[in-house]
């Protein structure tokens, strides 16, 4: 089973901000990793597919990058709305799809 | 617009059965594999089972796996899941999910999730 790590755990940041939140995987997943946002009491939301590429209606301040081991989600400059926990997860070796643990993005 | 509706859950006692279900609409259900993924509380998530868009291939996480039993009905339009000899660790938030294309194995649409609680 695929190990996929976050960090950091928790990110105090201030609106407007760019914030960066990494992902790494235990062995490589090529770009099959996917970015979700989940938000209190809400279902989890599809942010990015394939490391890289935005799900259907997503902020262009969301972005994504890496391949093999090393991941990268960025928002370029958080807005209100975006304070939430962000989860990666993989979908090379599956079953099972493994997450990470989660970041959780707080107001400073 | 794609919905998933899901029923079912609430609290049952440690080795009973409970099923929930998932109910889609506003695409090509037959297009599509699904999944259920799983939240306990205060905690990430966590995959439990994939069914086929044509509900031959079924598989499960390791921690369900004998106890726990994905089917679909295409002419409802239904994902269930039927979840026996239930375990206190099993109290989660259960999610649908659609596959976000040719069973690929990550998600692009979730249901509301439904909490199911195993507790004497």
């Known amino acids: 089973e695929i190990v996929m790590t976050q960090s950091p755990a928790t990110l105090s940041v201030s609106p407007g901000e760019r914030v960066t939140l990494s992902c790494r995987a235990s062995?490589?997943?090529?770009?099959?990793l996917a970015w979700y946002q989940q938000k209190p009491g809400q279902a989890p939301r599809l942010l990015i597919s394939r490391a890289s590429t935005r799900a259907t209606g997503i902020a262009v301040r969301f972005s994504g990058s890496g391949s093999g081991t090393e991941f990268t989600l960025t928002i370029s400059s958080l807005q209100s709305e975006d304070f939430a926990v962000y989860y990666c997860q993989q979908y090379h070796y599956w079953p099972p799809a493994t997450f990470g643990q989660g970041t959780r993005v707080e107001i400073k | 617009q794609v919905q998933l509706e899901q029923s079912g859950g609430g609290v049952v006692q440690p080795g009973r059965s409970l099923t929930v279900s998932c109910a889609a609409s506003?695409?090509?259900?037959?297009?599509?594999?699904f999944h259920w993924v799983r939240q306990a509380p205060g905690k990430g998530l966590e995959w439990v089972a994939v069914?086929?868009?044509?509900?031959?291939?079924?598989q499960y996480g390791d921690s369900v796996k004998g106890r726990f039993s994905i089917s679909r009905d295409s002419s409802k339009k239904t994902v269930d899941l039927q979840m026996k000899s239930l375990r206190s660790e099993d109290t989660a938030v259960y999610y649908c999910?659609?596959?976000?294309?040719?069973?690929?194995?990550?998600?692009?649409?979730w249901g509301q999730g439904t909490l199911v609680t195993v507790s004497s």
């Open positions: 999910a659609r596959d976000a294309n040719e069973g690929t194995g990550h998600f692009d649409y």
């Open positions: 506003g695409f090509t259900f037959n297009s599509h594999a």
């Open positions: 062995e490589s997943v090529s770009n099959n």
């Open positions: 069914i086929s868009n044509d509900g031959i291939i079924k």
